[in-house]
T-cell receptor
Framework: GQQVMQIPQYQHVQEGEDFTTYCNSSTTLSNIQWYKQRPGGHPVFLIQLVKSGEVKKQKRLTFQFGEAKKNSSLHITATQTTDVGTYFCAGPNKLIFGTGTRLQVFP | GAVVSQHPSWVICKSGTSVKIECRSLDFQATTMFWYRQFPKQSLMLMATSNEGSKATYEQGVEKDKFLINHASLTLSTLTVTSAHPEDSSFYIC???????????????FGPGTRLTVL
């Protein structure tokens, strides 16, 4: 079945540093979604990417969908303590979630 | 718009008892709802897909007789954990998909989750 892996599993950064998480699928995806889950909270939808090579920005967050539509990345510029949480990518349809990357930001 | 609620937010029960968790879409009709389970520091694992008026589709390895799902209306799905045991303790999250999603065909909206502890 479809598998979605994310690296790294954990990332600790100093506030102000950049952060990137990578998502890789075993199969081609029609679209990919990104979610953020704060500690103790539930996943919150961030964005959906559909087109090959698509790049979307949300303030300090940059999302990219690979040309082959099998990988994606989320880059956060100048992290803030409010960015703390686990970031998940998810495949379409039943939303098979990636393994997640837990981000910790130290002030 | 697109608010999903879950009730209860947390529950503690004795081993062997059954627990029902409700998932409601408050301001839209959800043709499809999904139930996930999340263990501490792990990803969300899809348990089943629930379509209004039909039987739920369970993922491989999920016992349908233990996790009963009912999607009686377009705004309500319930998950009943029958004869709960300590290993069933987990964070259960539902999500709902709009029939006509504005943001995209697969966008789902998540409930706040239910933390189940079985003693």
């Amino acid at each position: 079945g479809q598998q979605v892996m994310q690296i790294p599993q954990y990332q600790h950064v100093q506030e102000g540093e950049d952060f990137t998480t990578y998502c890789n699928s075993s199969t081609t995806l029609s679209n990919i979604q990104w979610y953020k889950q704060r500690p103790g909270g539930h996943p919150v939808f961030l964005i959906q990417l559909v087109k090959s090579g698509e790049v979307k920005k949300q303030k300090r967050l940059t999302f990219q969908f690979g040309e082959a539509k099998k990988n994606s990345s989320l880059h956060i510029t100048a992290t803030q303590t409010t960015d703390v949480g686990t970031y998940f990518c998810a495949g379409p349809n039943k939303l098979i979630f990636g393994t997640g990357t837990r981000l910790q930001v130290f002030p | 718009g697109a608010v999903v609620s879950q009730h209860p937010s947390w529950v503690i029960c004795k081993s062997g008892t059954s627990v029902k968790i409700e998932c409601r879409s408050l301001d839209f009709q959800a043709t499809t709802m999904f139930w996930y389970r999340q263990f501490p520091k792990q990803s969300l694992m899809l348990m089943a897909t629930s379509n209004e008026g039909s039987k739920a589709t369970y993922e491989q390895g999920v016992e349908k007789d233990k996790f009963l799902i009912n999607h009686a209306s377009l705004t309500l799905s319930t998950l009943t954990v029958t004869s709960a045991h300590p290993e069933d303790s987990s964070f259960y999250i539902c999500s709902a998909r709009k029939g006509l999603a504005v943001l995209g065909p697969d966008t789902q909206y998540f409930g706040p989750g239910t933390r189940l502890t079985v003693l």
